[in-house]
């Protein structure tokens, strides 16, 4: 039986580090032993640096090597820097470089020999060494093959803190260690490990075979669970009732008629299914996937004249105000073009006091009969006359507790949500169960296709240049910086810092601004806003851009350091650009000469098609990428990766299947410990999944 304890009750955890770890979501002991590692510190056997030259796959890197140069020492800024040159025995050379450690001087001498531990980069094809660790040979030996866990963590929290603290709770107070609960035939079959054994060699792995052992039996876990509960979800869902019987109106047959674009066959297959849905006997709930630009946002528009013309009230939930005041005005201006008599509402937080409750009442009253807006549409004060139909933008930016708290306030409308996130049909079966799928798999015949280029930093004078030719005819730039670290400050300094130095290097004509998380949510939406009416040529962002707004005239997009995002992130931040008639380019930079990354963006070099890249990525994907780039801004899961663990959540998937096949199976004695575990994981867990 697990008992909850607050994180206080361990030794050395008094309350200033009770609230950084409060920071990270972590208040109990039990919360403690579910924060993973985010990567681990392997020690491995040392390379020789003319192999790591022509290779640079790591980062943390070891070299055993002999002092040649006497010690350099400068200043710059608040920063004292030595440094000096070490060669291997087969007589390549490295520069090692410290920050602030002038103490070395009487170390590093001539002759010395050590192995030297730190992060790798190559610099004018050259191999630097900043902030190595020195071992002697018989030290490092003793570590080799150790693996030290590396937390996420807030300022002012050490990964040694977390560490002492999360070994502590497994060790002394045994938390976490529980019953058994997945059936003993499911672990047989496909060679999972005992749970408890899981939890501790996640955090303290052996070796590297026990950590992919326990990784494989807790990400079986987080995907059985997950399935089991979206599939309760999916049950009730089946047996709800459709409350508002919505016909298909031929006024939005005529409008179809009037649009000057012909709607795709895949678009129209779509919309034939969510007609059917929407006056078939129970409520729908479905999913529009489709690629940037496939056009999922006319079919919502579709279905919300539908559901007004029937008498009912549309609502359009989106995750930006940027969006949401775009949205609202395109619809606006169609309905007037074309000569539809709908009502459309804006409702967003930056409203006034005075604008919000005017805009309640008329959607209180009926007068409107479309609703665009961002989470400002589930607040208490907002009621609606007759809800018929939710539709959330962009699905995976809104919880399942949002949905519903919606749903709530229109008495089970019927729901529609969108993803342009391209993953693979088999996939999006299993992580949108509770939820039908339609997928738009053609793109509009008129629609360019974006031009790709990967390139190294020595393009990025040509790159900027280029910029300036498209700025110099009327068109705008994104430049993606990456987070590198979990911080958002370590995000934001970078992001200024290029910006800074953009500036230097562009015409002071030339507007450029930046965005990023760690700004308030006024800033964010008035840069957006400025960039969209086109006073702003050079966007520098984050990957905050990557949804919440539509600038036509945006036909150039600059990847920085693109090896440290996922295939289908860059995807969807590719798709920012090539919205508009205007021919659009994106280039990926990378400073990485290694072949396996150069292998996996050359796919965003050679297609557009999101679902293919998702595919190959998939394929390209192994047990050694579980210490790379996570896809950021999907499914968060705590430890699962729905396309490095494919395989995993395909077989944790069909286990759930056959859980579920026995309609009695939750009132099975044998099942009461996986019954508690479901009903605990859709209470803590499932509104926090960016489903």
Same mark, same amino acid.
């Given at each position: 039986?697990?008992?909850?304890?607050?994180?206080?009750?361990?030794?050395?955890?008094? @309350?200033?580090?009770?609230?950084?770890?409060?920071?990270?979501?972590?208040?109990?002991? !039990?919360?403690?032993?579910?924060?993973?590692?985010?990567?681990?510190?392997?020690?491995? =056997?040392?390379?020789?640096?003319?192999?790591?030259?022509?290779?640079?796959?790591?980062?943390?890197?070891?070299?055993?090597?002999?002092?040649?140069? /006497?010690?350099?020492?400068?200043?710059?800024?608040?920063?004292?820097?030595?440094?000096?040159?070490?060669?291997?025995?087969?007589?390549?050379?490295?520069?090692?470089?410290?920050?602030?450690?002038?103490?070395?001087?009487?170390?590093?001498?001539?002759?010395?020999?050590?192995?030297?531990?730190?992060?790798?980069?190559? =610099?004018?094809?050259?191999?630097?060494?900043?902030?190595?660790?020195?071992?002697?040979?018989?030290?490092?030996?003793?570590?080799? %093959?150790?693996?030290?866990?590396?937390?996420? *963590?807030?300022?002012?929290?050490?990964?040694?803190?977390?560490?002492?603290?999360?070994?502590?709770?497994?060790?002394?107070?045994?938390? %976490?260690?529980?019953?058994?609960?997945?059936?003993?035939?499911?672990?047989?079959?496909?060679?999972?490990?005992?749970?408890?054994?899981?939890?501790?060699?996640?955090?303290?792995?052996?070796?590297?075979?026990?950590?992919?052992?326990?990784?494989?039996?807790?990400?079986?876990?987080?995907?059985?669970?997950?399935?089991?509960?979206?599939?309760?979800? &999916?049950?009730?869902?089946?047996?709800? =009732?459709?409350?508002?019987?919505?016909?298909?109106?031929?006024?939005?047959? !005529?409008?179809?008629? +009037?649009?000057?674009? +012909?709607?795709?066959?895949?678009?129209?297959?779509?919309? $034939?299914?969510?007609?059917?849905?929407?006056?078939?006997?129970?409520?729908?709930?479905?999913?529009?996937?489709?690629?940037?630009?496939?056009? =999922?946002?006319?079919?919502?528009?579709?279905?919300?004249?539908?559901?007004?013309?029937?008498?009912?009230?549309?609502?359009?939930?989106?995750?930006?105000? #940027?969006?949401?005041?775009?949205?609202?005005?395109?619809?606006?201006?169609?309905?007037?073009?074309?000569?539809?008599?709908?009502? #459309?509402?804006?409702?967003?937080?930056?409203?006034?006091?005075?604008?919000?409750?005017?805009?309640?009442?008329?959607?209180?009253?009926?007068?409107?009969?479309?609703?665009?807006?961002?989470?400002?549409?589930?607040?208490?004060?907002?009621?609606?006359?007759?809800?018929?139909?939710?539709?959330?933008?962009?699905?995976?930016?809104?919880?399942?507790?949002?949905?519903?708290?919606?749903?709530?306030?229109?008495?089970?409308?019927?729901? *529609?949500?969108?993803?342009?996130?391209?993953?693979?049909?088999?996939?999006?079966?299993?992580?949108?169960?509770?939820?039908?799928?339609?997928?738009?798999?053609?793109?509009?015949?008129?629609?360019?296709?974006?031009?790709? $280029?990967?390139?190294?930093?020595?393009?990025?004078?040509?790159?900027?240049?280029?910029?300036?030719?498209?700025?110099?005819?009327?068109?705008?730039?994104?430049?993606?910086?990456?987070?590198?670290?979990?911080?958002?400050?370590?995000?934001?300094?970078?992001?200024?810092?290029?910006? !800074? /130095?953009?500036?230097?290097?562009?015409?002071?004509?030339?507007?450029?601004?930046?965005?990023?998380?760690?700004?308030?949510? /006024?800033?964010?939406?008035?840069?957006? @806003?400025?960039?969209?009416?086109?006073?702003?040529?050079?966007?520098?962002?984050?990957?905050?851009? !990557?949804?919440?707004?539509?600038?036509?005239?945006?036909?150039?997009?600059?990847? @920085?350091?693109?090896?440290?995002?996922? *295939?289908?992130?860059?995807?969807?931040?590719?798709?920012? #650009?090539?919205?508009?008639?205007?021919?659009?380019? $994106?280039?990926?930079?990378?400073?990485?000469?290694?072949?396996?990354?150069?292998?996996?963006?050359?796919?965003?070099?050679?297609?557009?098609?999101?679902?293919?890249?998702?595919?190959?990525?998939?394929? *390209?994907?192994?047990? %050694?990428?579980?210490?790379?780039?996570?896809?950021?801004?999907?499914?968060?899961?705590?430890?699962?990766?729905?396309?490095?663990?494919?395989?995993?959540? +395909?077989?944790?998937?069909?286990?759930?299947?056959?859980?579920?096949?026995?309609?009695?199976?939750?009132?099975?004695?044998?099942?009461?410990?996986?019954?508690? &575990? #479901?009903? @605990?994981?859709?209470?803590?867990?499932?509104?926090?999944?960016?489903?």
């Amino acid at each position: 039986m697990v008992i909850y304890m607050n994180i206080t009750e361990l030794k050395g955890i008094g @309350e200033k580090t009770a609230d950084l770890l409060n920071r990270l979501s972590v208040y109990t002991v !039990e919360d403690l032993v579910g924060f993973y590692p985010r990567d681990y510190d392997v020690y491995e =056997k040392p390379v020789f640096i003319n192999d790591y030259i022509q290779e640079p796959e790591r980062n943390i890197t070891a070299i055993d090597g002999v002092v040649v140069k /006497s010690v350099e020492m400068y200043n710059t800024g608040r920063l004292r820097v030595i440094s000096t040159y070490i060669k291997d025995c087969e007589g390549g050379t490295c520069k090692c470089v410290w920050f602030n450690m002038p103490f070395l001087r009487n170390t590093l001498k001539i002759g010395a020999r050590y192995v030297f531990r730190g992060h790798a980069s190559i =610099k004018k094809n050259q191999m630097v060494l900043e902030q190595p660790q020195l071992y002697t040979l018989a030290q490092y030996g003793k570590l080799m %093959g150790e693996m030290q866990p590396v937390y996420p *963590l807030t300022k002012g929290l050490s990964n040694k803190v977390v560490a002492k603290a999360v070994r502590q709770a497994l060790e002394k107070y045994k938390t %976490g260690l529980e019953k058994e609960y997945i059936p003993s035939e499911i672990r047989e079959k496909y060679h999972l490990a005992e749970h408890n054994f899981a939890l501790v060699q996640i955090h303290f792995p052996k070796s590297m075979e026990e950590y992919m052992e326990a990784r494989k039996r807790l990400a079986f876990e987080e995907f059985f669970l997950f399935v089991l509960a979206v599939r309760s979800l &999916k049950e009730k869902n089946v047996c709800q =009732k459709n409350e508002y019987v919505i016909p298909d109106d031929k006024r939005t047959g !005529e409008f179809i008629l +009037k649009l000057p674009y +012909k709607l795709t066959d895949a678009q129209l297959r779509t919309w $034939c299914e969510v007609k059917e849905d929407m006056s078939s006997k129970h409520m729908m709930s479905r999913l529009i996937q489709g690629d940037v630009g496939s056009g =999922k946002t006319i079919i919502a528009v579709l279905a919300l004249m539908n559901a007004a013309f029937s008498g009912n009230q549309g609502a359009m939930m989106v995750p930006t105000e #940027v969006l949401a005041k775009q949205q609202h005005e395109a619809m606006t201006n169609m309905f007037a073009q074309f000569g539809v008599e709908l009502k #459309v509402e804006l409702l967003v937080g930056s409203m006034t006091a005075v604008q919000k409750r005017e805009a309640c009442k008329r959607i209180a009253d009926g007068q409107a009969d479309i609703i665009v807006g961002t989470h400002a549409l589930i607040q208490e004060k907002v009621e609606y006359k007759k809800l018929a139909l939710v539709i959330t933008d962009e699905q995976h930016r809104f919880g399942v507790n949002q949905r519903r708290t919606i749903s709530e306030k229109g008495h089970n409308p019927h729901i *529609l949500v969108m993803s342009a996130t391209p993953i693979p049909r088999t996939l999006a079966i299993i992580v949108y169960g509770d939820l039908d799928i339609s997928i738009i798999d053609e793109m509009p015949s008129d629609r360019l296709p974006i031009k790709n $280029c990967v390139v190294d930093e020595s393009y990025r004078a040509k790159a900027y240049r280029f910029m300036e030719n498209q700025i110099k005819e009327g068109r705008q730039v994104y430049v993606i910086c990456p987070m590198v670290e979990e911080s958002e400050n370590i995000e934001a300094e970078n992001v200024i810092d290029y910006t !800074e /130095s953009m500036k230097k290097s562009m015409p002071d004509s030339i507007r450029i601004e930046y965005l990023h998380g760690k700004m308030k949510p /006024s800033e964010k939406n008035r840069i957006m @806003e400025l960039f969209s009416a086109g006073s702003i040529d050079i966007l520098v962002s984050t990957t905050v851009v !990557e949804v919440g707004v539509n600038v036509p005239n945006a036909t150039v997009m600059m990847v @920085e350091n693109a090896e440290r995002f996922g *295939l289908a992130q860059l995807h969807q931040l590719r798709g920012r #650009v090539g919205r508009g008639g205007y021919q659009s380019y $994106c280039i990926f930079s990378t400073a990485s000469k290694s072949k396996k990354i150069k292998e996996r963006l050359e796919i965003l070099n050679k297609s557009n098609d999101g679902f293919k890249i998702a595919e190959e990525d998939l394929k *390209l994907r192994g047990p %050694g990428d579980f210490f790379g780039v996570r896809q950021s801004g999907e499914f968060d899961f705590g430890i699962g990766d729905i396309f490095a663990d494919a395989r995993v959540l +395909k077989a944790a998937a069909a286990s759930a299947d056959i859980i579920m096949s026995d309609a009695q199976w939750s009132d099975r004695q044998e099942n009461a410990v996986l019954k508690s &575990k #479901v009903d @605990e994981y859709t209470l803590r867990c499932l509104n926090k999944l960016n489903i």
